[in-house]
């Protein structure tokens, strides 16, 4: 199957860490992905991980990756108010095509 | 300009009616894609064209036809739609490099459909 499944809400107090987790069926997805939709706009790619890494560090952000368990994380430390949007997952699922989740709406309050 | 335009942004159309969704993309990429974005839904991938071929069809139904008359230009044809089909549409582009391998996709801000 091509199931990708992450949680629906998310809601983080400012200054917090967020943690967005998300699995995925396809054991050969060689790439996968996070992608961010802020209100009114397309998604946006953050960041992405190579399957055959476990973890990937950029400034606030840093993606897990369990290939054994299929799950696969976002942290985003010191979480700010621009940071509320949806967070998509995505796994590359062959022939140049992605499978995406549903999306977290991830919720910032002060 | 932004790297992926459509327009437009808002349509509100009856079932009876004909429109077409527009995309330009000015990224010099040889891939564009059409996915459906409903509410709490995973994106559904409708439709995908390569060098202007269309290489995926997702058993999408025919009151939707795409053309893609060059690499930058990608269009949706809507006619007969039904109520349900009322979602935000966005197109994306990518540059195919011969194997696959890092499927980096960018993404239009979207046409929202509403079918009345």
């Known amino acids: 199957g091509e199931d990708v499944e992450q949680s629906l809400f998310l809601s983080v107090r400012e200054g917090d860490s967020s943690v967005i987790n998300c699995t995925y069926t396809?054991?050969?997805?060689?790439?996968l992905y996070w992608y961010k939709q802020e209100p009114g706009a397309g998604l946006q790619l953050l960041t992405y991980?190579?399957?055959?890494?476990d973890m990937k560090q950029d400034q606030r952000l840093t993606v897990l990756l369990n290939k054994k368990d299929k799950h696969l994380s976002l942290r985003i430390a010191d979480t700010q108010t621009g940071d509320s949007a949806i967070y998509f997952c995505?796994?590359?699922?062959?022939?140049?095509?992605?499978?995406f989740g549903a999306g977290t709406t991830v919720t910032v309050r002060a | 300009e932004t790297g992926v335009t459509q327009t437009p942004r808002h349509l509100v159309m009856g079932m009876t009616n004909k429109k077409s969704l527009k995309c330009e993309q000015h990224?010099?990429?040889?891939?564009m894609y059409w996915y459906k974005q409903s509410a709490k839904k995973p994106l559904e991938l409708m439709f995908v064209?390569?060098?202007?071929?269309?290489?995926e069809n997702n058993s999408v139904p025919s009151r939707f036809s795409p053309e893609c008359p060059n690499s930058s230009h990608l269009f949706l044809h809507l006619h007969t739609l039904q109520p349900e089909d009322s979602a935000l549409y966005l197109c994306?582009?990518?540059?195919?490099?011969?194997?696959?391998?890092?499927?980096?996709?960018?993404f239009g801000s979207g046409t929202q459909l509403s079918v009345l």
């Open positions: 396809d054991s050969s997805s060689t790439y």
């Open positions: 990224l010099g990429h040889n891939a």
């Open positions: 064209y390569n060098f202007k071929e269309q290489t």
């Open positions: 995505a796994e590359s699922i062959g022939d140049y095509k992605l499978s």
């Open positions: 994306a582009s990518s540059q195919r490099e011969g194997a696959a391998t890092n499927e980096k996709l960018f």
């Open positions: 991980i190579f399957s055959n890494m």
